[in-house]
């Protein structure tokens, strides 16, 4: 243990480097730098290093990738990754927290998207693994959109039922809540449930329209209904289901 963690340690402004910059990949020539190192004192401190970088990347697939350049231990190291992915898949999402949902999701798509393309270690077909991996998180970030919509009755029905005098906290809320489920809805269909999610648009645009035909004044005002179909539906479709503006009422 001792001998690893010198070994690690001899190299370890680079891989922190490396490390550093994951927010942004990290990109090829950091991981390349980071490892060149490792690589010369064996396969176990390479490995560490390696995994030392996949920690956090944002890109997983690309730091495999060019490790791989160094060491066909990447490609052995992709394989035990999608191994441990399908152990152990995501079959659920938390509905009680909308935005760590969506996190979720989308980093567990976009891992699955950079795997696809890494390295492997073994002839085997990557897209029998992976496909199913997938339609697991897209079915699971559908069934968590329709229980925030109609179980937990968290978002369209608080439309309408405002409270006048907190029209702004219950505003910022609903919206927080919006932008998840557009993202829940984004990772659902880069996972491939495209035909799913046209349908809960379309059930958001008949809900929205409705909301906005029933409003009387009071707590949430159109602008605010118009605000939160944009960041669910898009601005086109938004402008769709909103109309013209009310006329305003003329002099008696």
């Known amino acids: 243990m001792l001998k690893l963690a010198a070994s690690i340690w001899r190299h370890a402004d680079r891989i922190w480097e490396a490390k550093l910059a994951s927010f942004s990949g990290p990109s090829p020539e950091l991981v390349i730098a980071a490892l060149k190192g490792p ?55 938390p509905a009680e927290d909308p935005v760590r949902a969506a996190h979720i999701a989308e980093e567990y798509v976009a891992l699955l998207k950079e795997l ?74 880069r996972a491939g449930r495209f035909e799913a999610f046209y349908k809960v648009q379309a059930s958001h645009s008949v809900k929205l329209k409705a909301v906005l035909n029933a409003l009387r004044g009071g707590g949430l005002q159109r602008h605010d209904i118009i605000r939160i179909a944009e960041i669910l539906l898009g601005t086109e479709r938004a402008m769709a289901i909103s109309g013209p503006p009310p006329k305003p009422a003329g002099p008696r």
């Open 39 to 93: 690589t010369q004192e064996g396969q176990n401190v390479f490995s560490l290093a390696l995994s030392s970088l996949l920690d956090r990347a944002q890109s997983p697939g690309s730091v495999l990738a060019a490790a791989s350049r160094l060491s066909p231990i990447a490609g052995s190291i992709t394989d035990e990754k999608l191994t441990e992915l399908q152990r152990a898949p995501v079959e659920a999402l």
């Open 116 to 189: 696809k393309g890494a390295p492997s270690g073994r002839p085997k077909d990557r897209c029998a693994v992976i496909a199913p991996l997938l339609q697991q998180i897209g079915v699971a970030a559908e069934e968590v959109t329709q229980s925030i919509v109609n179980v937990n009755r968290q978002l369209l029905p608080a439309l309408h039922d405002p409270n006048a005098k907190h029209r702004g906290a219950v505003v910022l809320n609903i919206e927080i809540l919006a932008r998840a489920l557009r993202r829940l809805e984004d990772a659902g269909r």
